[in-house]
């Protein structure tokens, strides 16, 4: 049996979605006629209390159709150094939109209102003009850390009172909602447009959201276009998304129980340097450095347990639906079984 923690985004989908979705009705979305892609539109954006939504192939689509919405070229945009929508889109802020980045760095992606502040570029035609600020939560690259819902509101703050647009990258915030008991209206209140993923712990086979007033929906409508983004019979789809909303959310928190088993082992074996925080379903790890990462990616590999390398003796592992009880104790047993 293979034991695949690479990512929450391995999952297939289980016989109940894969009837819902095949017996789903369908028309031509970009007639605005696929009853499924409408319905999932509409509950995604009443799920936040916002006004409208628009249903993508991927959370990297909605990310970037987002800095798109809120930036003119030659704009800056904050956000953390490990921030998604910055290291993993292909340079997308610089191809699509024209514009440039200044990086918080702070611990696990998190960062303060008083960051934003000190980020915003001065009022002087030498400098880019701050125009967004993009937050992310759960933090993908910080361990799966979640944020603390009074300093995103802090920085919202910040946000209105200096003409800033505030975009929340969610591909994982049904975990952080989850793990702090949150009610996701509170986050349809803080931010401009939240994209969230339902191909990551929510089990889909594909589609991200971009959630936001009617306004930015109606640009980031277009936007879709532009990027090759809208689909035709995309029920099918859609409705995996739908049976996701409605099903898949409170299982979340097995996600997290079996991530913090995985960490227990992490914390007690002697070839593991630093361990992030294991918040919610991602766990993240330094090996020493005379433990190569590729040597412990190998042990377990011969084990059927696939995690990933992320480089400067960093590995990722990651927890879903596909990752039962039996397997998590399997691999805290196997972890604590490498002997250096
Ligand atoms: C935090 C975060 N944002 C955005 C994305 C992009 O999603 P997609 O792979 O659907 O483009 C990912 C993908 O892993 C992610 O982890």
Redesign the pocket.
């Known amino acids: 049996m293979i034991i695949d923690l690479r ?1 929450d ?1 391995v999952t297939r989908p289980g016989k109940d979605m894969l009837d819902f979705m095949t017996s789903s009705p369908v028309g031509d979305m970009v007639l605005g006629e696929d009853p499924m892609v409408n319905e999932l539109e509409k509950k995604a954006a009443e799920m936040f209390g916002m006004e409208g939504s628009v249903f993508c192939p ?4 909605t ?1 970037q159709i987002a800095v798109k919405v809120h930036t003119n070229p030659g704009d800056d945009v904050i956000c953390s150094k490990p921030a ?2 910055y290291q ?2 292909g340079g997308g802020i610089a191809f699509h939109s024209a514009a440039s980045v200044t990086l918080i760095e702070s611990s696990f992606g998190l960062f303060t209102a008083g960051d934003v502040l000190s980020s915003i570029q001065p009022d002087d035609p030498h400098k880019p003009a701050t125009s967004l600020v993009s937050a ?1 939560n759960t933090v ?1 690259m910080g361990g799966g850390k979640t944020w603390d819902i009074s300093e995103l509101r802090k920085i919202s703050d910040v946000c209105r009172d200096k003409g800033l647009a505030f975009h929340l ?1 969610g ?2 915030l049904f975990n952080a909602l989850v793990k702090n008991n949150e009610n996701p209206l509170h986050y349809g209140e803080i931010f401009d447009t939240i ?1 969230i ?1 339902l ?2 712990g929510l089990g889909a086979p594909v589609g ?1 959201m971009l959630i936001g007033n009617s306004e930015h929906i109606k640009r980031a409508t277009r936007l879709r276009k532009v990027m090759g983004g809208t689909m035709r019979q995309a029920g099918y789809i859609a409705a995996a998304g739908v049976y996701a909303l409605e099903n898949n959310i409170a299982r979340l928190d097995d996600d997290h129980r079996n991530a913090s088993l995985v960490a227990e082992a992490l914390n007690d074996v002697s070839w593991v340097e630093k361990l992030f925080p294991a918040e919610t379903n991602i766990i993240i790890f330094r090996t020493k450095d005379n433990v190569p990462s590729a040597r412990i990616v190998s042990e377990l590999h011969k084990l059927g347990i696939l995690v990933l390398d992320l480089g400067n003796n960093h590995i990722r592992m990651v927890t879903h639906m596909d990752i039962s009880r039996e397997m998590t104790l399997r691999v805290a047993e196997a972890v604590r079984n490498i002997k250096i």
């Open positions: 990512s985004t991927s959370g990297t689509m990310n998604h929508i993993y889109e992310e993908n990258d591909a994982r994209s993923c191909s990551k991200s």
